[in-house]
């Protein structure tokens, strides 16, 4: 086939010579027409602007009988204002104004003359309406009196007469014997004649010709029209600039795209008035379009394009014609070939030794060997996963059964690297020699993918919280091992059944109802079931039920999340219990009040021991609730950074928005019981407003974008210096931007912030977020503001929520000194609004702002990788997540299960910086502190916290036991790393 290859290699040759060739004659027929056309355009343009130069010479000369004549009008004027009468005042220089008329005229090019005093006033024009007004704001007056040199003729910029219409002037002062300026003298040029020469030049329908000013601006363009005129053309890289700055008086310039044929071609000429003193001398252009100049060429170009194209087409087609049936063989072998070279999927020959006897690229590819390496390496240099006896005997297998043989093993790279691959091989015979043929396919990411996906079942199957999935006709189609524990009945037990079976029949039916009516909605259910156990010991659970989606909306399961908190809820009836008995003491200790007043401090200490009860209380269950929450939620940070396909990641999403869910409604929950509790403590630091606002409008700019709304901010100027609580106000604000999005389909989101009574000391500031969203019924307006509570329960189904947010938003904004309300229109949208008091200080929240880190992991791993930190940790499954995400980042992490263990490896081991939990079994957190700073070592090194207890005052206890800085459970990465990062150092 390589006579073949020569035939078109020698036709090729033959076709680029003529081609050659023909591109030589029309690129010389080109520049032969470009240059007629040059010659055209500088022809026209030099002998248009020699016309307009005796036109402006004779205006000019205009100019010079009018100054030469002003001494005769000045003094018939003198003695017509001595005679003159208040009827007759209409006479004054009436010989200027006759004589200006006169001059005009006699057709010289100037349209109106003036006669102006050193005050800029008209004391006579050549139309005798002009007499009287000021032209003392013209710049041809302007420039013209402040010119130091008499002679000094001004060509004015365009303007626009009380006519009307555009002109431009020449004008001159002139003086008195003593030198002193006593008025100007102007002529407006007659545009309609340049207008008229101008369009004389276009000789074509694309030819364009413009008058332009010295400094650049547009006097008159044809075509065009009266908005083009005072368009700036002294512009880096136009026609003007490279002209000016050439200092030439005639040009010929072509812009880059004309040799496209899309560009302009343009002759340039500079006015030079002989024998005047101008300030800024004026250019006459005329262009044509390159592609119409040379539409005649691009029409021969064509025909000889055709020709070419007609005898390359000839020529192939008779080489082809002469070709096709010697080479259908060819083709055929040739696409087997390709399909070969172009799979995806290694494919190697071996001979019955094993020896390499041909391979595609992508095998070569694979294992990093070349076409060299054919006849020279056996497979069992590649193939890891068996010895070289071992491939004999599968080798010998395939010969004498026939049948095709699929197994798994290990390729190693020629650069050390081992990959997972699949072999599928048959045998074959080739003129007699016994040969085997493999296909082998890479499943490292595969294998990595079954890994990650048990690790996630390893995860599920060991967290706490009791976990089943059932399909839509209720039936159980998995459970973890926690639920199993919980029930006590075996996975045979409870797989195929519903889970009604564990129901005790104690939970009122009203309960069922609204779970179902919720799930077939669509919606997440969450509430308490009374169940019975297989030995029959009844207990509570908390469910959380959510449905299971396909990635086309479909439900095809639901997901329930349960914890048996049997044990909370008798703690909660022993502590209302204990609230029942507290009050009967008070009522006594108080009727006792009346005979002894020493028995009212054993009466407060009792009440005391109650709120600290209720604090601990809460503490604790933020803890328990927080840790295994951190668990859920780190661990599906960690399967986010595995390869996985859209479907799992889309199943990954759904569970990370249920756990970020059930968070926020602990969160919620929590900062009512706090604030309840008067435990709610409020930072006073710098508060950046505008970028408080900035920070909202970029959580909430991904749903408002998939809605299609739009988002307005309205801010007033702010005080300087105010002091509050950024995190609270954001929260407030957030939730009120949040709702305004879930309740409003279509229209806009408007964000007011608005400054309200002031002193040195603070200010008040309010915040409103208006919508065009469903609205609310007047009389519901209040009860949105009580905790639990919604404008209708309906909305929960539809728009989910907790009816939580707002009376914590009303709460935190009295405690900020202010109050929270909102004003509706059901159908039109609402306004929900709140006030906060802010102090004043000194500092400047715009620059004592902190920008929060961004990509901090990533800084981590580039500055501080391989050093060594210890994180101290009871619980198994934030131990494995907090050590994965730490030796992701470079860190080299040590592990103590308690506060005890801490100490001593503190003690022996020099730590770049100490993860501390606060609640663990044999020593906590807090303890531990202390005693590893009376260390030597433990002096310096940096110690964070990293705990579910989330309160202020844990936070406050920490850094009292000498801890450096805190984060709380679920843990964000990114706090996280950013935490590191500060004690670390940044850079």
């Not at 990954?652 to 249920?658: D, G, N, P, R, T």
Request: charged share 25%; aromatic share 6%.
């Amino acid at each position: 086939m390589r006579v073949f290859h020569t035939q078109w290699k020698l036709l090729f040759v033959f076709m680029i010579v003529l081609a050659a060739v023909m591109a030589y004659n029309i690129d010389d027929s080109r520049r032969v027409k470009m240059a007629e056309e040059e010659g055209h355009l500088s022809n026209l343009a030099a002998i248009s602007a020699d016309i307009i130069e005796r036109r402006m010479l004779g205006a000019d000369q205009l100019l010079q009988v009018v100054i030469e004549s002003v001494p005769t009008w000045a003094a018939a004027n003198a003695a017509a204002n001595a005679a003159a009468t208040k009827e007759k005042d209409k006479n004054r220089w009436a010989l200027a104004k006759e004589r200006l008329a006169q001059l005009v005229v006699l057709g010289q090019g100037a349209e109106v003359l003036l006669l102006l005093s050193p005050t800029g006033e008209i004391l006579a024009d050549s139309r005798d309406d002009l007499a009287g007004l000021s032209a003392a704001h013209r710049a041809y007056f302007q420039d013209a009196r402040a010119a130091a040199d008499s002679e000094k003729r001004i060509i004015s910029l365009p303007f626009e007469t009380v006519f009307n219409n555009f002109t431009f002037a020449i004008s001159r002062q002139f003086r008195d014997r003593e030198g002193r300026v006593v008025g100007v003298v102007a002529a407006a040029m007659d545009m309609a004649f340049i207008g008229q020469l101008l369009q004389r030049m276009r000789y074509a329908d694309d030819v364009e010709s413009a008058l332009i000013h010295g400094k650049g601006m547009q006097i008159m363009a044809i075509p065009g029209n009266a908005e083009e005129t005072g368009r700036d053309l002294a512009v880096p890289g136009s026609f003007f600039t490279r002209h000016r700055d050439s200092g030439a008086i005639d040009n010929f310039l072509v812009d880059a795209g004309a040799y496209s044929g899309q560009g302009r071609m343009m002759a340039l000429h500079t006015m030079q008035l002989d024998g005047l003193n101008i300030d800024n001398p004026l250019v006459l252009s005329i262009s044509r379009d390159v592609r119409e100049a040379l539409a005649e060429w691009r029409q021969r170009t064509l025909v000889w394009g055709m020709i070419f194209l007609a005898v390359t087409l000839l020529a192939c087609g008779g080489l082809w014609s002469y070709q096709r049936k010697h080479r259908q063989d060819w083709e055929t072998i040739l696409r087997k070939q390709t399909l070969v070279d172009t799979a995806t999927d290694g494919m190697l020959l071996l001979d019955s030794s094993g020896m390499l006897v041909d391979a595609n690229p992508a095998f070569f590819k694979m294992v990093g060997l070349t076409s060299a390496d054919i006849g020279r390496v056996r497979i069992d240099a590649v193939d890891i996963g068996h010895d070289y006896d071992a491939i004999l005997e599968r080798i010998r297998h395939l010969r004498e059964t026939g049948a095709a043989l699929r197994f798994e093993t290990r390729y190693r790279h020629s650069g050390g690297n081992i990959i997972d691959v699949e072999i599928s091989c048959c045998s074959l015979e080739e003129q007699g020699h016994a040969l085997v043929v493999a296909s082998s396919r890479d499943v490292t990411e595969r294998k990595a993918t079954e890994k990650e996906l048990a690790r996630l079942h390893q995860a599920v199957e060991q967290t706490p919280e009791g976990i089943c999935i059932t399909n839509t006709d209720g039936k159980i189609e998995y459970v973890n091992r926690a639920f199993m524990v919980s029930s006590g009945y075996s996975w045979d037990e409870l797989v195929g059944r519903n889970p009604g079976l564990l129901s005790a029949h104690q939970t009122p039916r009203e309960v069922y109802e609204n779970l179902w009516a919720t799930l077939h909605a669509g919606q997440i259910w969450a509430g308490e079931l009374l169940n019975r156990r297989k030995s029959g010991e009844c207990f509570t659970e908390s469910v959380i039920i959510s449905p299971v989606r396909e990635d086309d909306g479909r439900i095809t399961g639901y997901l329930a999340i349960k914890q048996d908190i049997t044990e909370k809820k008798q703690m909660q009836h022993e502590l209302e219990a204990y609230r029942e008995h507290l009050e009967e003491m008070v009522a006594n200790k108080t009727a006792e009040l009346q005979k002894a007043n020493a028995s009212l401090t054993v009466a407060n200490e009792a009440a005391n021991q109650a709120v600290r009860a209720k604090a601990a209380f809460l503490s604790n269950m933020s803890h328990e609730i927080r840790t295994p929450m951190n668990g859920i939620i780190g661990m599906l940070h960690l399967l986010r950074r595995s390869h996985m396909d859209a479907q799992q990641r889309g199943h990954l999403a759904k569970i990370e928005q249920s756990a970020r869910h059930l968070l926020a409604l602990v969160n919620d929950i929590l900062d009512l019981s706090k604030i309840d509790a008067d435990k709610m403590l409020l930072e006073s630091l710098p508060v950046n407003v505008p970028l408080i606002v900035a920070n909202v409008c970029s959580i909430i700019g991904e749903t408002v974008r998939k809605k299609g709304l739009t988002v307005v901010t309205d801010l007033d100027p702010l005080p300087s210096g105010l002091l509050g609580d950024t995190t609270r106000l954001t929260q407030v604000l957030l939730n009120y931007t949040s709702n305004a999005v879930k309740f409003t389909e279509r229209g806009q989101i408007t964000i007011r912030v608005r400054a309200g009574d002031s002193d040195d000391q603070s200010a008040v500031i309010r915040f409103e977020v208006e919508d065009t969203g469903i609205g609310v019924e007047q009389q519901d307006l209040e009860r949105l503001f009580q905790a639990f509570e919604q404008a209708d329960n309906s909305t929960t189904r539809v728009y989910q929520g907790s009816g939580l947010g707002l009376a914590i938003n009303r709460q935190l904004a009295v405690l900020m000194g202010g109050d929270a309300g909102a004003i509706s229109t059901l159908g039109q949208g609402s306004c929900f609004w709140f006030a906060a008091r802010l102090a004043r200080g000194e500092h400047d929240a715009a620059t004592t702002a902190s920008a929060v880190q961004s990509d901090a992991e990533s800084r981590v791993l580039a500055l501080h990788a391989g050093k060594r930190v210890l994180l101290v940790e009871d619980e198994p499954i934030n131990q494995e997540i907090s050590q994965m995400l730490l030796s992701d980042a470079g860190l080299e992490v040590d592990l103590a299960g308690n506060g005890e263990e801490a100490v001593a490896l503190a003690a022996s081991n020099d730590y770049a910086l100490i993860l501390m939990d606060m609640q663990m079994p044999i020593m906590d957190g807090l303890d531990a502190t202390r005693l590893i700073r009376q260390q030597a070592e433990g002096k310096k090194v940096p110690i964070v916290a990293m705990t579910a207890n989330a309160f202020a005052e844990d936070r406050e206890r920490c850094l009292i036991a000498g801890m450096d800085d805190f984060v709380a459970k679920p843990v964000d990465p990114e706090v996280l790393f950013s935490k590191i990062l500060e004690q670390l150092g940044d850079g």
